[in-house]
């Protein structure tokens, strides 16, 4: 859950740090798992300046660019060029400086430098609104209408609002603190300041508008329903400060009257929902239930079936809304919108639950519905809401507020004894200490008396209900750390995390190996200096020599499990065995400045036929996929995810791929060199990798988690590129990945093309990319929208030409 400082500010005056801020609420229980600024123009506008052109003339070797001369309060102008249609002498505008850097409206940053374009050179950048992330035309650059001197901070003509944002974990139990008021109340507390809370009047009417009128079938389902008629409403963007308050919240502002209700329900803590009024039929709203089999067009254009289970806000024809949970595609407000039946409602939480888990619904109105909001809420939700849709869309009230309460939600009494609380807390906290952190909670003190009092919990703290709860508020306002731990406590046992065993892990990966046909080897770690020596990647220097050797053939320790890998394969093709695969852990062996050091590897080898010749299909040699194949399945084992892949051609492979998690290698997969082969007097082709068994033994995150299947389908989408020859297959998937986002669940290549059809130099894949949501079925729009950021990604970032 995402909290505003700012926003906070309003609510109680706050002068400590978001870092102080974060460990007062982390130590009383509302966890804070990150602090994020927010910035509402990415960047700040750090380093773009506002300048004048004094000069603009045509490029003189490019027709669509011009060479203008920018004063940007600098003793010298800047030259720049620039490709807008629009740029001329004497305009004010918005100067790039070098070394800015820009967060464009679409597309990844990037930072001004001083460069030269068709042969002149160009101190800056002239910007367009998207390029500084301000909007979305690229049609030229803005043009600005100010006094203000050249060189001066954009900053200072375009306002930035800033802000830190808590991002909290909140724990299933503090449904009170989903809202930024609900947070509030608990810096009341902490911080011993008064809560600053907005007043609002009765509601006058103001014009005519649609009359609506309200059944609840069930109101232990719906213990109370509110809502009010407001007409002139006048449907259109919201203010920026509205705006840049939910993109905070990693919301995306919709229309000023959708907004106010998401920006009401993060800030109270009370969902509300904006009913089209001219789409009532009859005028008549019904809370309850739909018949079994009914079918219902969600906002996100979904037909639902329903299982009668579900309550429903509907009209005399059908439905409108699943309760606390979704709104209707025929109910909602459009552009075209002047009247409007605002819902503010307090529905049980076991009702909305049912409701949103069966149709797989997890919205931001589900989410406090189902662990209860505040009864008492409602009314004072709707009359704040009426204040902002009249302030900002021009509504006018035309109907009371209808409010259907029938019986009133009453507050918890807990009986709490002193003793009780001395014994749990394991301290003892004064009467007076204990009753002015209840009542900073709004939490009454009542019938006080030397052995303990009645505490009154309003109904919003569902959590509070028993004395142990009552006792729980007391600790953590009081703080955890402020307790000390007796002298005198002990524990049989103190579960620790377990230890990673390294044997276990060796051992487990043996055995799939030996599943995989693979057998094990174990060699001597005493090999002969003559392959460092002739290896042409070795190094000679490094050997670590015996001294009492008792032969030249074992002379030295090994450096790689290579050669004497390929001694054992020499030997079994002598006697007529062709068809290998091996594995061996091992240990090698170098110097160091402080002196030996050794490491140990994990040393793969493929050679001859991966399957015998038979009547139904050839025989077939091994291949590099065969190799590779393995290194990834070791890497899926452990949950290890790489960080870079690169194509080597040095010692001792012919060809082959180097593997690294950050700056270190993990491993090397290749064909082996012929120098090597006759190293080791093999005669045949040989697939060797060595992975750094250290690394991976550091690196290995544990067992996998695993997710049921999803039941929604998956959609599948090809594309054809033709690319160069130089860009691998690794930088097209990366751009994929980054591109597709949750949506694209793997990539495949089916065919791979070089030939006289494309241009010398080309080569083209063939892809297959296969989409899949695990909440929804995917639908044409995102399906399209998907594949469209998809080709625009290989287009830009690896210069692709799309083939239909």
Same mark, same amino acid.
């Given at each position: 859950m995402k909290i505003s400082i700012n926003r906070l500010k309003k609510y109680i005056a706050i002068t400590e740090s978001p870092e102080e801020i974060a460990a007062l609420l982390t130590q009383s229980g509302l966890e804070v798992e990150g602090i994020d600024a927010f910035e509402s123009i990415k960047g700040g506008l750090d380093g773009i300046v506002i300048g004048e052109v004094l000069t603009c003339e045509k490029h003189p070797d490019a027709d669509k660019l011009s060479l203008t001369t920018v004063d940007i309060g600098q003793a010298e102008p800047s030259q720049i060029v620039c490709g807008a249609p629009n740029v001329a002498k004497g305009q004010k505008v918005l100067v790039a400086t070098i070394g800015a850097t820009l967060y464009p409206t679409e597309g990844d940053s990037f930072q001004i430098k001083k460069a030269k374009i068709r042969g002149q050179a160009s101190e800056g950048m002239i910007c367009a609104e998207d390029e500084l992330g301000l909007g979305k035309s690229h049609a030229g650059i803005m043009v600005l209408d100010t006094d203000l001197p050249n060189g001066t901070p954009?900053? !200072?003509?375009?306002? $930035?609002? &800033?802000?830190?944002?808590?991002?909290?974990?909140?724990?299933?139990?503090?449904?009170?603190?989903?809202?930024?008021?609900?947070?509030?109340? %608990?810096?009341?507390?902490?911080?011993?300041?008064?809560?600053?809370?907005? /007043?609002?009047?009765?509601?006058?009417?103001?014009?005519?508008?649609?009359?609506?009128? *309200?059944?609840?079938? +069930?109101?232990? %389902?719906?213990?109370?329903?509110?809502?009010?008629?407001?007409?002139?409403?006048?449907?259109? @963007?919201? @203010?920026?400060?509205?705006? +840049?308050?939910?993109? /905070?919240?990693?919301?995306? @502002?919709?229309?000023?009257?959708?907004?106010?209700? +998401? #920006?009401?329900?993060?800030?109270?803590?009370?969902?509300?929902?904006?009913?089209?009024?001219?789409?009532?039929?009859?005028?008549?709203?019904?809370?309850?239930?739909?018949?079994?089999?009914?079918?219902?067009?969600?906002?996100?254009?979904?037909?639902?079936?329903?299982?009668?289970?579900?309550?429903?806000?509907?009209?005399?024809?059908?439905?409108?809304?699943?309760?606390?949970?979704?709104?209707?595609?025929?109910?909602? *407000?459009?552009?075209?919108?002047?009247?409007?039946?605002?819902?503010?409602?307090?529905?049980?939480?076991?009702?909305? !639950?049912?409701?949103?888990?069966?149709?797989?619904?997890?919205?931001?109105?589900?989410?406090? #519905?189902?662990?209860?909001? %505040?009864?008492?809420? @409602?009314?004072?939700?709707?009359?704040?809401?009426?204040?902002?849709?009249?302030?900002?869309?021009?509504?006018?009230?035309?109907?009371?507020?209808?409010?259907?309460?029938?019986?009133?939600?009453? =507050?918890? &009494?807990?009986?709490?004894?002193?003793?009780?609380?001395? !014994?749990?807390?394991?301290?003892?906290?004064?009467?007076?200490?204990?009753?002015?952190?209840?009542?900073?909670?709004?939490? &009454?003190?009542?019938?006080?008396?030397?052995?303990?009092?009645?505490?009154?919990?309003?109904?919003?703290?569902?959590?509070?209900?028993?004395?142990?709860? $009552?006792?729980?508020?007391?600790? !953590?306002?009081?703080?955890?750390? &402020?307790?000390?731990?007796?002298?005198?406590?002990?524990? =049989?046992?103190?579960?620790?995390?377990? *230890?990673?065993?390294? +044997?276990?892990?060796?051992?487990?990966?043996?055995?799939?190996?030996?599943?995989?046909?693979?057998?094990?080897?174990?060699?001597?770690?005493?090999?002969? /200096?003559?392959?460092?020596?002739?290896?042409?990647?070795?190094?000679? %220097?490094?050997?670590?020599?015996?001294?009492n050797k008792l032969s030249e053939d074992l002379d030295v320790m090994r450096q790689s499990l290579l050669y004497s890998g390929l001694e054992v394969l020499a030997r079994n093709i002598n006697r007529r065995q062709t068809d290998l695969k091996y594995f061996e852990f091992g240990t090698v062996y170098g110097k160091a400045e402080s002196g030996y050091v050794e490491s140990r590897k994990l040393a793969l080898f493929l050679s001859g036929k991966k399957s015998a010749e038979s009547w139904i299909e050839p025989a077939k040699s091994f291949a590099f996929a065969d190799l590779y194949a393995t290194v990834e399945n070791i890497l899926l084992i452990l949950n290890i995810d790489l960080s870079e892949m690169s194509v080597i051609d040095n010692a001792p492979f012919e060809y082959g791929l180097q593997l690294k998690l950050g700056e270190k290698v993990l491993a090397e997969i290749g064909l082996v060199e012929e120098k090597s082969l006759k190293l080791a007097e093999v005669r045949q082709e040989v697939w060797y990798a060595e992975l750094n068994w250290d690394l991976l033994c550091k690196k290995a995150a544990g067992l996998k988690k695993y997710q049921e299947i999803s039941k929604f389908p998956e959609v599948r989408r090809d594309l054809s590129l033709v690319i160069d020859k130089a860009v691998s297959y690794d930088q097209v998937k990366k751009v994929a990945l980054k591109a597709g986002g949750r949506l694209l669940q793997r990539i495949g290549v089916f065919d791979v093309y070089q030939g006289d059809k494309i241009d010398a130099g080309k080569k083209a894949y063939a892809l297959s990319f296969h989409l899949q949501d695990q909440e929804n079925t995917l639908t044409d729009k995102v399906i399209d929208k998907t594949m469209s950021k998809l080709i625009q990604a290989f287009e830009n970032e690896v210069g692709a030409l799309i083939r239909t």
């Open positions: 954009a900053s !200072r003509l375009i306002e $930035v609002d &800033q802000d830190h944002i808590l991002e909290i974990g909140l724990t299933p139990n503090r449904a009170d603190a989903a809202s930024h008021l609900g947070v509030a109340r %608990d810096l009341k507390a902490l911080l011993k300041k008064e809560l600053c809370l907005d /007043s609002v009047a009765d509601l006058k009417i103001e014009a005519n508008g649609p009359k609506i009128s *309200v059944e609840v079938e +069930n109101s232990i %389902d719906c213990p109370r329903y509110a809502g009010v008629v407001l007409s002139d409403i006048k449907v259109g @963007p919201s @203010p920026q400060w509205l705006q +840049n308050f939910l993109k /905070s919240l990693d919301l995306e @502002p919709i229309n000023n009257v959708v907004d106010i209700t +998401n #920006f009401i329900l993060h800030d109270l803590g009370q969902p509300l929902h904006a009913f089209d009024a001219d789409r009532i039929s009859e005028g008549k709203i019904i809370v309850g239930k739909s018949p079994k089999g009914s079918v219902f067009k969600t906002l996100d254009e979904k037909e639902r079936k329903l299982t009668g289970d579900e309550l429903m806000i509907k009209d005399p024809t059908g439905g409108l809304c699943i309760a606390g949970v979704f709104g209707g595609v025929d109910s909602g *407000v459009s552009d075209q919108t002047t009247s409007i039946f605002l819902e503010s409602a307090y529905f049980s939480p076991d009702i909305i !639950r049912k409701g949103a888990q069966h149709h797989g619904l997890k919205t931001d109105a589900s989410f406090r #519905f189902e662990r209860g909001t %505040d009864p008492n809420m @409602p009314v004072y939700a709707l009359k704040q809401a009426v204040k902002l849709l009249k302030e900002i869309a021009g509504a006018k009230v035309a109907s009371e507020i209808i409010d259907l309460y029938p019986n009133p939600v009453e =507050d918890f &009494q807990i009986e709490v004894s002193y003793g009780h609380i001395d !014994r749990l807390i394991g301290k003892k906290i004064p009467a007076a200490e204990v009753k002015r952190i209840l009542e900073s909670l709004e939490i &009454q003190v009542t019938e006080e008396s030397e052995t303990g009092f009645t505490a009154i919990a309003k109904p919003y703290r569902v959590d509070v209900t028993r004395e142990a709860d $009552v006792i729980e508020e007391i600790l !953590r306002i009081h703080g955890f750390e &402020q307790v000390a731990l007796s002298e005198n406590l002990n524990t =049989d046992y103190l579960a620790e995390h377990p *230890v990673k065993d390294l +044997n276990k892990l060796q051992f487990k990966l043996s055995q799939i190996l030996a599943g995989q046909g693979y057998l094990e080897m174990i060699t001597n770690s005493l090999t002969k /200096s003559t392959y460092a020596e002739k290896s042409g990647f070795l190094n000679p %220097d490094q050997s670590v020599k015996i001294f």
